[in-house]
């Protein structure tokens, strides 16, 4: 099991960057698959981003491509999202997921197939 601890959430103004932290704790953070997702007062969770258990295969959702970068450094347990370009449609609680993973070059862009979620972390820009 991993327990999922996000930060760096808070309020931007539009077009400025956050960079949001998952710190992994429990079994080794390099065994899962990781990624982020979001979730917009009143609407269904949505897939932001994904990469594999060895940081070379990733992929992000449309709406953040060419803004967003995932990343990951295992020797420290950490997942990274760093967001850049805000815009006022990123409000949202962000969240953190792990999936047990055997292959080490699978992402997956399935939310359902996560098994560990984080708490969550504001973001809120603001025009």
């Known amino acids: 099991q991993v327990q999922l601890v996000e930060s760096g959430g808070g309020l931007v103004q539009e077009g400025g960057s956050l960079r949001l932290s998952c710190a992994a704790s429990?079994?080794?953070?390099?065994?899962?698959?990781m990624g982020w997702s979001r979730q917009a007062p009143g609407k269904e969770r949505e897939f932001v981003a994904a990469?594999?258990?060895?940081?070379?295969?990733?992929n992000y959702a449309d709406s953040v491509k060419g803004r967003f970068t995932i990343s990951r450094d295992n020797a420290k347990n950490m997942v990274y999202l760093q967001m850049n370009s805000l815009k006022l449609e990123d409000t949202a609680v962000y969240y953190c997921?792990?999936?047990?993973?055997?292959?080490?070059?699978?992402?997956?862009?399935?939310?359902?197939?996560?098994?560990?979620w984080g708490q969550g972390t504001q973001v809120t820009v603001s025009s």
């Open positions: 429990g079994r080794t953070s390099e065994m899962y698959a």
């Open positions: 990469i594999s258990r060895n940081g070379g295969d990733i």
């Open positions: 997921a792990a999936k047990l993973a055997f292959s080490r070059s699978t992402y997956y862009g399935d939310l359902g197939q996560y098994n560990f």
